[in-house]
Structures are given as C-alpha cells and as structure tokens.
DNA sequence: TAAATAATGACTGACCATCGGTCAATAAGG
DNA sequence: CCTTATTGACCGATGGTCAGTCATTATTTA
C-alpha cells in the first residue's frame, strides 16, 4: 500500500552518516540540525528511527562491537604465546587509528550508559561483557592446554575485563599510557604463576 | 570598601545546597534554575562562583575526595591482615550508604571528564590517582614488612587502582556485584602469592 | 487491462517549550 | 560614594513534536 524502508538499514546509514561528525566533536557538541543535514533527512525522520540523541550513538555502538569481536576473536588462533595474546587481548582496540576512534565514541557510549542508562543500554553492556568473558576463556582455555598457565588463570578473567574497561577510562581522563599498563599488568602476573610453576 | 565574600566557602555552601538534588536525579535533569532556587540565590549568581553546571560537580566531588581520602587513610593503619585491608581499600565506596551517594555522584563527574574534561579536570583526576596509589602503597609495604606479600605486590598498584575504576563503572552499567568482584581478585591474587611463597 | 481512486507509511520543517548563559540595573557594606 | 555582590529579565540555541505533504502501492472501475 506504501513505501516499505528497511528500518535497521535506515537506522544504521543515518547514525553512520554522522559518525565522522561524532568523531570530530563529541555528541554534546552535535545538534540534531546537523546530524539531519548532514544524514540528508528532516529533522523529523531522525526521530523516526532513533528516541532521541544518544540512541543515535548506540546504535554506532552497536555495530563498532561488532567488529571488535571480530578482531578480538582473530587473536584465539593466533600462533602466538598466551601471554601475547592476552597482551593483544587488551591493547587491540588502544593500538590503531580506527581502535582510537571506536574508543572515542565508546567513551561517549559509557557517559552516556553512566547517567542516561536505559534499560536496553544495560542490557547491551551485559550482553557485551559475556561475549568478551567468552573470548577470554578461549585465549586462556588453550594457554591451559598448552600448559603455560595454571589452570586458576580462569579465575582472574572478571577482574580483568574489569581492568580494560578502567583502562579505557584512565587512558582518557589522565592519559595513561595504555600498552605500559597492560605490560605492567601481565608482567606482574605472569611473574608470579612462573614463580608458582617452578615451584 | 565593600561587601567581601569567601568565594571559597560560598561555592562550596551552594554546591552542597543541591547535593541532595544532584543525588536523586543526575545533572541532566538538573537545571541552573532548579540549583539557583534550592541554594537561594539568583541565577546570575550561580555564574559568579561556576564556570558552568559540570563545575558544581567538580566542586562537590573534590570535597568528596577529600573525605574519601581521609576513610582510605584510616585503612592503612587499621589491625588487619593485608589481605583485609585491601579488601576494605577497594570496597570501602562500595560498602555503605554514604558511599554509595557519593559514588553516584563520582560516576557523573567520570562522565564529564570523558566528555566536557578540561585541564583542570584532568589534573584533579591526576592527582586523585597519585594519592590513591600512595595509600596503597602504604598499606602493601606493611604487608611487606609482615612478611605476608612479597616486593613484587608493588607491582600491581597501579593495575588494581584501574581494575577499581573499570569497577565503578561496571557495578553500575552492568550490576556486577562489588563484594563479589574483589573477592574474586584478590583470592585469585593471593592463591597464586602463597603457592609462590611455599615454593 | 488500464486508468482512476483510495489508502498508508515515510517524510518534513515550522513551531514550541526549555534551558544555559549574559548583562544592565540594583542593593548593600564600608 | 565607590566597590563588590546580587539579581532576574532577557536572549539565542536546541531538543523534540506534529499537522500536513508526498510517494508508492492496492483496489476499484470501466
């Protein structure tokens, strides 16, 4: 009876049409004025396909995830030792130039999950936590396997997660140096299951 | 010559005159009205002593701090184990009421200083950093002296400082269960510590 | 079958309410 | 009477709404 668009499509060219002015100014300094300019829809539209400004991230946010777990999981096969591995486990997305703009608008994602947090948002963040927890058990699994980490590694991979996300954070408001910390970290650590190993 | 305020104390007065405020709805839903009414003062004079609404959260937040700093001293010479005291050092926010407020408010102040962070900002949040990790610092060198964890322990200070933050962060956007979280951490941590100690 | 008409979802931008921030005027202390 | 503090009316900008328009497809009609 009418024009039928695919909503999710549209949904998704829209927000990643302002991707690039997300990336420039943060979201406080978008105007829905210009993310409709420069979508080249009405100010309207935007509300046909998103609740209000910060959907609009979200939705980026949700396709970035995406191709972090892509990356993330290229690294469970990589011909490396686990230690490397765990190392690039948490400095992938630190590492790069696209990593960096992910991380920009990650930032504005975690603002925004910190003081407009919907329901759907948290939903998300869990969902997205278990998927990186399961990544981790595969990299850590094969390092058991392998036998160059105990058994009880597993045992850290909450804390850890953990760990990467105050990262993100840190790196950002005092501008830690991501890959001293993540060395830092794993150094430390795997200084004392060697320890325990040679018992 | 004329009237003198202390600027000081009157940014503070109005600040806390809408703690309460700032608590149950965060700063988005605050509005510079709202905050001139509830400190009893003009809206133009809320512009004498803020740069701008996100200042009224650093004000508030550095007394925070301050009070937090002074909960995190007492820690340190408390008769405890190692392993206890830095249970309280990371649960302490987590822990009570009080804590629990603040930490809301600390969760706002996060998202500003990844979004609007200034320099100031930033240097604060600096600052907070080094004097965390001095108390840490203080409570893993009895430790060390007691003999109940080795030199190395140092070596984690700044990865549970990150680990601490990413845990603000996650307790929130996901609910993860801080009690649990630590616990988890620091068993894991001291589990590979001792079977390093039996050697 | 083709033209006419109806139905419906997509789209729009003028409009509105609200809010952060400014400033000219006023008050008050010394 | 000068200096400092205070104020709230005012302004521009912005997020969000909604009544109306448009484009496409379904249905009827001849």
């Given at each position: 009876m009418a024009i039928i668009v695919n909503k999710e499509k549209k949904r998704r060219n829209i927000a990643f049409a302002c991707k690039d002015l997300l990336l420039e100014n943060g979201i406080n300094e978008l105007t829905i004025a210009q993310i409709a300019?420069?979508?080249?829809?009405?100010?309207?539209?935007?509300?046909e396909y998103f609740e209000n400004k910060e959907d609009i991230v979200f939705e980026i946010i949700t396709v970035f995830i995406a191709e972090y777990e892509?990356?993330?999981l290229e690294i469970v096969?990589?011909?490396?030792?686990?230690?490397?591995?765990?190392?690039?486990?948490?400095y992938?997305?630190?590492?790069?130039e696209e990593g960096h703009k992910q991380l920009r608008i990650y930032r504005e994602f975690l603002a925004i999950s910190m003081t407009h947090g919907t329901r759907e948002i948290m939903?998300?963040?869990?969902?997205?936590?278990?998927?990186?927890?399961?990544?981790?058990?595969?990299?850590?699994?094969?390092g058991v396997e392998n036998g160059?980490?105990?058994?009880?590694?597993?045992?850290?991979?909450?804390?850890?997660?953990?760990?990467s996300l105050g990262l993100v954070v840190d790196t950002h408001t005092i501008g830690l140096d991501p890959k001293e910390e993540i060395n830092g970290l794993l150094n430390t650590l795997?200084?004392?299951i060697e320890m325990k190993e040679k018992r």
């Open positions: 300019k420069t979508a080249g829809v009405g100010k309207g539209t935007i509300y892509h990356r993330l096969d990589e011909k490396r030792s686990t230690k490397e591995k765990l190392f690039h486990f948490f992938i997305i630190h590492g790069d939903d998300f963040n869990r969902k997205c936590r278990d998927l990186f927890l399961d990544i981790l058990s595969q990299i850590i699994e094969k160059e980490i105990p058994e009880q590694a597993h045992d850290m991979k909450s804390a850890l997660l953990t760990f795997f200084n004392f």
